[in-house]
């Protein structure tokens, strides 16, 4: 006898935090499988980070979604670092974006096949997702379960237990280990059946972030993301990004006056407390005469653009409508001098400025 | 307490990268050894002791403290239980 069919199966779920994963996850405990969670990080998940740094996010609860989704399942979670390997998903990816810089199709087959990596090294059978037929208009479509599961090399290994009835048999059903019957039928972009499921499970609590969970799918985010990459193929540099680059485009209000720099002035406290950690590779202005912002400044200011700058910062400041303000610059070789400068009225703040 | 084994500094880094460090430093430890980890991320405050509960690995202390420019450090010393738990 094939001793796969005498030990208790192992099946890791790829988990988000939202609540289809825990339902497809939960889908499959139920039926006697041992189920472990793994959730990849690729520096672009939307996360406790904005709401560890501004204020009007403090009393939202601060914890990894994915982690708290496991421990209601009961089960380990186990997070990976993709940061690095993930750039290749984002700056080529074979399928093309969605709607904005969502590379979702070839982030799906990456995710997989990291699944599957893990699930081989250790000792697990099958791959579990949370896709439903039609939610999503890129990587959720009938016609791409099937590249997902080929381009990721799982093949008949991947079990999607919320729309598995939709779909070819599965290896694990074919050995006996899963019920099919036992799985459901989910289609569209209701989440009637989702909501009855959970209730089922007595799952009364998910995260359900407005926007969705990755800032890859955010309008203003991407249009950051594609000006940063502007900027570098301006200064001939590749679209290579660090964690620290797409983290700050979560942070501050962005323009970009002129081609050469880009101002981020902070928007209350914990954003200029976040900021305040990355004085020493910028440049930044802070008032001394007035409560205000922090700003910083990327790329290759002349005198008169970081002049701009310090009057742009005097603006979102508490001395806005005062005739001069002082404002503190100090260079990258952290040199300070005091400026005296006219705040910046509002309609000179041009609209074509902001990222 | 025994002996700190080793001290990960995780402070600047955000969710979820100070649990990521802290589940690979655990990795490399032997059973019995004990992690000291600092961070400034409050969202760590409940992501640490889960992580703990759910690896079975003891949380010796969780404690606030107050740095010199009067920023919060979260400081957490885990001792490594569970063998298993990678
Ligand atoms: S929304 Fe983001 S994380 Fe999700 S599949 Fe698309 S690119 Fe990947």
């Known amino acids: 006898m094939n001793p796969e069919n005498i030990k208790q199966p192992k099946a890791v779920a790829l988990i988000s935090g939202g609540l289809d994963s825990m339902l497809a ?16 990080y690729t520096g672009f998940c939307v996360e406790g980070h904005t709401q560890a740094i501004r204020n009007q996010d403090k009393n939202k609860p601060k914890r990894n979604n994915a982690l708290w989704a496991a421990e209601q399942l009961g089960i380990k979670l186990h997070i990976i670092d993709i940061v690095e390997e993930y750039k290749d998903v984002l700056l080529k990816p074979k399928h093309g974006y969605g709607q904005h810089m969502n590379p979702c199709l070839d982030c799906k087959i990456f995710m997989v096949r990291k699944a599957k990596q893990w699930a081989d090294e250790n000792g697990f059978d099958f791959i579990i997702t949370g896709e439903v037929i039609g939610q999503r208009p890129m990587s959720q479509r009938k016609a791409t379960m099937p590249i997902i599961a080929k381009e990721s090399d799982v093949g008949s290994r991947l079990v ?21 019957n036992k799985m459901h039928d989910i289609s569209g972009r209701s989440r009637k059946p989702q909501m009855a499921l959970a209730e089922k499970f007595a ?3 998910y995260a359900q972030p407005a926007g969705g969970c990755c800032m890859l799918t955010n309008e203003h985010y991407s249009k950051k993301l594609v000006d940063l990459w502007q900027a570098k193929a301006a200064n001939n540099q590749t679209r290579d990004y660090t964690l620290d680059d797409i983290i700050m485009l979560k942070i501050g209000r962005h323009f970009r006056p002129k081609e050469n720099f880009k101002v981020i002035i902070s928007r209350d406290e914990g954003e200029s407390n976040f900021l305040r950690g990355y ?43 005062a005739d001069t303000v002082e404002v503190q610059l100090t ?5 300070s001098k005091i400026l005296n400068v006219e705040p910046l009225p509002a309609d000179e703040v041009l609209p074509q400025w902001h990222i | 307490m025994s002996e700190i084994t080793q001290t990960l500094n995780a402070r600047r880094l955000l969710c979820p990268m100070p649990l990521i460090r802290t589940q690979n430093a655990i990795k490399k430890l032997q059973f019995g050894e004990i992690l000291e980890v600092i961070c400034t991320d409050p969202g760590t405050e409940y992501d640490i002791p889960t992580w703990c509960r759910m690896y079975e690995h003891k949380l010796l202390l969780q404690e606030q403290r107050e740095t010199v420019d009067e920023m919060v450090e979260y400081c957490f010393v885990i001792e490594k239980g569970n063998k298993e738990a990678e």
């Open chain 1, 25 to 40: 996850a939960r889908v499959i405990m139920e039926q006697g499988v041992h189920v472990e969670g793994i959730n990849f």
């Open chain 1, 160 to 180: 999607r237990p919320l729309c598995a009835k939709f779909l070819p048999e599965t290896y694990p059903e074919k050995m006996g280990w899963i019920d099919r």
């Open chain 1, 203 to 205: 799952i009364d609590e």
């Open chain 1, 279 to 321: 004085r020493s590779e910028f440049t930044w202005l802070e008032l001394t005469s007035h409560d205000g912002p922090l700003t910083i400044v990327d790329g290759h200011p002349t005198e008169e653009d970081l002049l701009l700058a310090a009057r742009m910062t005097a603006r979102y400041s508490q001395g806005r409508d």
């Open chain 1, 331 to 335: 260079t990258l070789d952290g040199v």
